[in-house]
């Protein structure tokens, strides 16, 4: 797998209208600013409370990609100059060519906007074609119905739910509904994807 593994440089995604920016800790207080924002995490394992919290949570994403397993982004509004959310390209496993895309949260301004859409396209371009995964994952829970229509858009597959998948802060069990999308499905997913923001402008 030529894509593998990755560069140890900072990895920067670039379209006209977003740019994924590799998350670090200079970052933290002017994304805070989004994060602090407490509905953004109601489906989440991780709810960071203060910035101090908010600090270890880059934190324990940089570590990972010192591991190479995770690419964290933030994600920048081109036209609106600033920061809007974040995502990653996680669980990468090199034996099985296999990548994970979520732990994405969005500003609301930023909701039901071109930036969800296209940051998985970008990521889903990148996995595919720079790291060459056959198969990438997305996952939510399965109250977060806002998110299973954005992931089912894209085109991916549903493959099923797992039970009490994960516990969340306030005890409550999550279950997860995981979706996935396979490189030889992602040439006609892409072009739909790119026919429709065209339409949207």
């Known amino acids: 797998m030529s894509g593998f593994p990755l560069p140890n440089s900072p990895i920067v995604l670039l379209d006209e209208t977003l740019e994924l920016r590799e998350l ?100 889903l371009d990148y996995a595919f074609s720079t790291l060459e995964c056959i198969r990438v994952e997305l996952k939510c829970s399965n109250l977060n119905l806002a998110s299973r229509a954005a992931i089912e858009r894209l085109g991916a597959t549903f493959e099923g739910t797992l039970r009490a998948h994960m516990q969340l802060p306030d005890g409550s069990r999550r279950d997860t509904c995981y979706y996935s999308i396979l490189i030889e499905e992602w040439p006609a997913l892409r072009a739909k994807l790119i026919a429709r923001s065209r339409r949207a402008v």
């Open 24 to 123: 670090n800790l200079s970052v933290a207080q002017e994304l805070w600013e989004v994060a602090r924002d407490k509905s953004l995490w109601k489906f989440s394992a991780d709810v960071p409370g203060s910035l101090t919290e908010f600090e270890h949570y880059i934190r324990q994403a940089m570590l990972s990609r010192k591991l190479n397993t995770c690419v964290p982004f933030a994600l920048w509004d081109v036209a609106s100059n600033r920061y809007v959310g974040a995502t990653r390209l996680a669980n990468i496993d090199y034996q099985h060519r296999r990548a994970e895309i979520g732990w994405t949260w969005l500003a609301l301004s930023a909701q039901r906007s071109f930036v969800n859409s296209t940051a998985k396209r970008m990521l």
